[in-house]
């Protein structure tokens, strides 16, 4: 009995490596300051990045419109917290600036099972 105790207790060890024994992967701090400068960067980035990394926006370049609709879509469909009218223009208004559609080299992020434009 003692030797099938400790032959679990190793194939349990052995099964779940604590993330520390990750080796050479170290998160990146991310901050406001690696966004473009502009009106609304700071609120934008804390607002954004509760949930997610900034990758998933900065590559994401959009049209005022496009921003607008990803917002809403974090709204209902995600649950982030309903933004008031200015909050939402202050951020829009950022991220269009930002990260415009142009600036992305397949032009913006696309819905893959959309006809092609
Ligand atoms: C409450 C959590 C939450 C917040 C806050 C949030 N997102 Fe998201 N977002 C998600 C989830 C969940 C996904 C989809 C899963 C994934 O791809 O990681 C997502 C995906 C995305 C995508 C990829 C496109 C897509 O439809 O999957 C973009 C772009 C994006 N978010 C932008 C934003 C922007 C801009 C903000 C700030 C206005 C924001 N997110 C705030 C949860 C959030």
């Avoid at 009995?1 to 520390?20: D, E, Q, R, T």
């Avoid at 049209?63 to 709204?75: F, I, N």
């Avoid at 909050?87 to 893959?112: C, H, I, S």
Wanted: with cysteine.
């Amino acid at each position: 009995m003692k030797a099938i105790m400790l032959a679990l207790a190793l194939c349990a060890g052995a099964a779940a490596p604590s993330f520390a024994q990750v080796q050479g992967f170290t998160p990146r701090e991310e901050s406001p300051e690696q966004w473009p400068a502009g009106e609304g960067r700071d609120e934008t980035f804390y607002m954004c990045t509760a949930c997610h990394a900034t990758g998933i926006i900065t590559r994401a370049g959009q049209t005022r419109e496009g921003w607008d609709d990803l917002v809403t879509q974090m709204v209902t469909r995600h649950n982030m917290s309903d933004p008031d009218a200015d909050f939402r223009k202050l951020m829009v208004d950022y991220l269009a600036r930002a990260f415009p559609r142009e600036a992305t080299p397949q032009g913006g992020w696309r819905n893959p099972f959309a006809p092609t434009r």
